[in-house]
């Protein structure tokens, strides 16, 4: 495998996703990541009022979507139709939940964007990431963003480095993703479609597309 095979068209539908537009011009998922502030604030302002309501500054939600009472939303951010943030899921802003979408029970999310059908529904971090087309992380499967001597983060491929020039960043989740209970991607992991990752699991760099990920000594075909 090579870097190529993680680029966003080989990750990602981007008919699946209200953000379409941010991912233009770029090749890369990470480099939407500063962006995503910015582009909240701007497609927000374009959204149909018949649809979605402005709540508090740069709060953007679908009248369809259910939201508990004990969540939290800070903006900028954007919840698209029909998704569901329940009890004490935590927005901590420059997120764009997809349509469809779970964001459950005492989750938090920070500078993301989550695609339509995405699920992160039972104690989840997610922070500076990516989710793609139905991805789904099991019960308390976290992003790590942030390396422990805090330098930037590099995208391990087999042999290739690739610098991403950002102090923070966690995964790049392809379309259909499936992310095993209590699993920890550390920054700048990288999983192709149709992949599934053990429990348990501690994950580092590119996984390919329509694998199974035992442990890194392990990553099958699927068949």
């Excluded at 190529?4 to 233009?24: G, P, S």
């Excluded at 500054?57 to 919840?79: L, M, Q, R, T, V």
């Excluded at 920070?110 to 922070?127: I, M, Q, R």
């Excluded at 480095?161 to 550390?186: F, Q, Y």
Aim: include cysteine; hydrophobic fraction near 40%.
């Amino acid at each position: 495998m090579a870097m190529q095979d993680y680029t966003i068209a080989n990750l990602f539908d981007l008919n699946e996703t209200i953000a379409a537009d941010l991912f233009k011009g770029v090749q890369y998922p990470w480099e939407v990541l500063p962006k995503i502030s910015e582009f909240i604030v701007q497609l927000g302002q374009t959204l149909p009022a018949d649809r979605f309501e402005k709540r508090g500054e740069n709060i953007w939600i679908a009248k369809s979507a259910h939201i508990f009472d004990s969540a939290y939303i800070a903006g900028p951010c954007i919840i698209d139709e029909d998704a569901e943030l329940r009890q004490c899921a935590f927005i901590r802003g420059n997120a764009i939940v997809g349509r469809g979408c779970v964001v459950g029970n005492s989750c938090e999310l920070k500078n993301v964007v989550l695609f339509n059908k995405c699920e992160v529904p039972h104690y989840n971090y997610v922070g500076d990431s990516v989710l793609g087309f139905h991805a789904h992380m099991g019960a308390g499967s976290i992003t790590s963003n942030i390396k422990s001597d805090r330098t930037n983060v590099v995208i391990h491929e087999g042999s290739e480095n690739m610098p991403t020039g950002l102090r923070k960043m966690g995964a790049m989740l392809g379309d259909w993703t499936e992310i095993g209970c209590n699993s920890v991607l550390n920054p700048g992991t990288i999983i192709g479609r149709h992949t599934n990752v053990y429990p348990l699991s501690m994950v580092r760099g590119c996984v390919p597309a329509e694998h199974i990920f035992k442990d890194k000594d392990h990553i099958v075909a699927k068949h």
